[in-house]
């Protein structure tokens, strides 16, 4: 257990949908991290949070939208997503931002039809 | 920016043999090179990593080599056994870039008994 834990685990969802990913660590790391996982393809960083302060936003579309309400939690709200944004969510967490050794949760399996 | 390459994208083995995995990478700034595990429903693990300032790592029957000169990393797994059997990952973070991790594309490594 690396004591990072997301819900949902699985997700489908409709295009017209709104739905939120929930990340918490348990770590009391000061950053968090958002990836998405295709098949495939390398993970690809989405969202960078250090001290509760967004750091990075990855060229990601608006239909992505993070939320860090404190150093433990994580959302991301999704809304009117595509066909093509079915993959597998993973959030991340490090002591701090630069260089540490990241922690990551078991990931949403997020199907969008 | 950073491009991360690895090969091959899938390993088979016999239990007891070695495994290798490379990477390489186009940032001269990149010092910091972790490898992760995923597993079949499970985010990623952290299994070694390395700085530049060394040219090996070694942990029990994993071990990781750099060199510099040529960009280029590797894993080495010795005396495999079928729990081996997952997704690898390497990744290259450079300092300058905020210590952004850039993943390859992963070696799908099968460990058959």
């Known amino acids: ?113 | 920016g950073e491009n991360v390459e690895q090969h091959p994208s899938t390993l088979s083995v016999q239990e007891g043999d070695s495994a290798v995995i490379k990477c390489t990478y186009s940032d001269s700034a990149s010092n910091y090179f972790p490898w992760y595990k995923q597993e079949l429903g499970k985010g990623p693990q952290l299994i070694i990593d390395i700085r530049s300032n060394v040219g090996e790592k070694k942990d029990q029957r994993i071990a990781v080599t750099l060199n510099k000169t040529a960009k280029h990393f590797s894993l080495h797994i010795t005396e495999t056994q079928p729990e081996d059997s997952a997704v690898y990952f390497c990744a290259a973070s450079a300092y300058n870039q905020g210590g952004k991790l850039i993943f390859g594309q992963g070696t799908e490594l099968s460990v058959k008994p």
Not at chain 1, 34 to 60: C, D, G, I, T
């Open chain 1, 1 to 113: 257990e690396t004591g990072v834990t997301q819900t949902p685990r699985h997700l489908v969802m409709g295009m017209t949908n709104k739905k939120s990913l929930k990340c918490e660590q348990h770590l009391g790391h000061n950053a968090m991290y958002w990836y998405k996982q295709s098949a495939k393809k390398p993970l690809e960083l989405m969202f960078v949070y250090s001290l509760e302060e967004r750091v990075e936003n990855n060229s990601v579309p608006s239909r992505f939208s993070p939320e860090c309400p404190n150093s433990s939690h994580l959302f991301l709200h999704l809304h009117t997503l595509q066909p093509e944004d079915s993959a597998l969510y993973l959030c991340a967490s490090s002591q701090e931002r630069d260089q540490e050794t990241q922690y990551f949760g078991p990931g949403t399996r997020l199907l969008v039809l």
